[in-house]
C-alpha cells in the first residue's frame, strides 16, 4: 500500500491518520516465507513536524506461524509492532536510504506501509522459536518426532577427535 506524502508535507503541523488493511498473506525472512495466520488493519499516524521532518506512527497486531526451532511443527508467534519512526524529507533519497539503515521504505513522496512493516518485523523476529520449553525435537536417525513417542534408534553423538579411536576399536572386533 503506497500513501503519497506531498499533502502532508505541503503544511507545517499537519497530520493524519489512517487504517490500512494489511494485505500480505506471507512474510519472507532470509528467503523463507512464513504464513500470516492473523492481522489487524496497521493504524498509521503521519505528522509533519516542521522543516520537512515526518513523524510515522504505526501500531498492528498479527500473527505468523513459525516452524519450531526442534521439532519443525508450525507455532502461532505473536506480533504486537508499535513504532514510530522519524523521516527527513530535505535530505536526498540516497542519504535518507542511508540513514534508513538501507531499508528504503520512501521513494521519492511515496511511503510504503507493506515495506515499513516489514522493516519492524525484521527487527522484532525470534531467533529461536520453540512450542514448547522442553520439546524433544525429531530423531536424528528415523526423523520422529519424540515428543509423541521415543524411538529405538542410536542417537550417540561421538566426539570427533575420538573417531581415531573408534577404527582402532573397529579393528579389534573383526579379529
Given at each position: 500500500?503506497q500513501?503519497?506524502?506531498?499533502?502532508?508535507?505541503?503544511?507545517?503541523?499537519?497530520?493524519?491518520?489512517?487504517e490500512?488493511?494489511?494485505?500480505?498473506?506471507s512474510?519472507?525472512?532470509s528467503?523463507?516465507?512464513?504464513?500470516i495466520v492473523?492481522?489487524?488493519?496497521?493504524?498509521?499516524?503521519?505528522?509533519?513536524?516542521?522543516?520537512?521532518?515526518?513523524l510515522?506512527?504505526?501500531?498492528?497486531?498479527?500473527?505468523v506461524?513459525?516452524?519450531?526451532?526442534?521439532?519443525?511443527?508450525?507455532?502461532?508467534?505473536?506480533?504486537?509492532?508499535?513504532?514510530?519512526?522519524?523521516?527527513?524529507?530535505?535530505l536526498?533519497?540516497?542519504?535518507?536510504?542511508?540513514?534508513?539503515?538501507?531499508?528504503?521504505y520512501?521513494?521519492?513522496?511515496?511511503?510504503?506501509?507493506?515495506?515499513?512493516?516489514?522493516?519492524?518485523?525484521?527487527?522484532q523476529?525470534?531467533m529461536?522459536?520453540?512450542?514448547?520449553?522442553d520439546?524433544?525435537?525429531?530423531?536424528?536417525?528415523?526423523?520422529?518426532?519424540?515428543?509423541?513417542?521415543e524411538?529405538?534408534?542410536?542417537r550417540?553423538?561421538?566426539?570427533?577427535?575420538?573417531?581415531?579411536?573408534?577404527?582402532?576399536?573397529?579393528?579389534?572386533?573383526e579379529?
Amino acid at each position: 500500500m503506497q500513501i503519497h506524502l506531498s499533502e502532508i508535507l505541503s503544511r507545517e503541523g499537519k497530520s493524519i491518520e489512517k487504517e490500512i488493511e494489511f494485505q500480505q498473506e506471507s512474510f519472507e525472512v532470509s528467503g523463507q516465507a512464513y504464513k500470516i495466520v492473523k492481522r489487524e488493519p496497521v493504524k498509521l499516524t503521519i505528522s509533519n513536524q516542521g522543516n520537512q521532518e515526518l513523524l510515522i506512527s504505526a501500531k498492528m497486531d498479527l500473527a505468523v506461524a513459525i516452524p519450531c526451532s526442534r521439532c519443525l511443527k508450525d507455532v502461532i508467534t505473536e506480533f504486537c509492532l508499535d513504532f514510530s519512526r522519524e523521516v527527513d524529507m530535505k535530505l536526498s533519497q540516497e542519504e535518507r536510504a542511508e540513514q534508513m539503515d538501507e531499508n528504503n521504505y520512501i521513494a521519492g513522496y511515496e511511503l510504503d506501509v507493506d515495506a515499513l512493516i516489514a522493516d519492524e518485523m525484521v527487527l522484532q523476529w525470534p531467533m529461536k522459536v520453540l512450542c514448547k520449553e522442553d520439546c524433544k525435537g525429531i530423531c536424528t536417525v528415523c526423523g520422529n518426532d519424540l515428543n509423541k513417542q521415543e524411538c529405538e534408534c542410536d542417537r550417540t553423538v561421538l566426539d570427533p577427535r575420538m573417531a581415531a579411536f573408534l577404527d582402532i576399536f573397529e579393528q579389534f572386533k573383526e579379529v
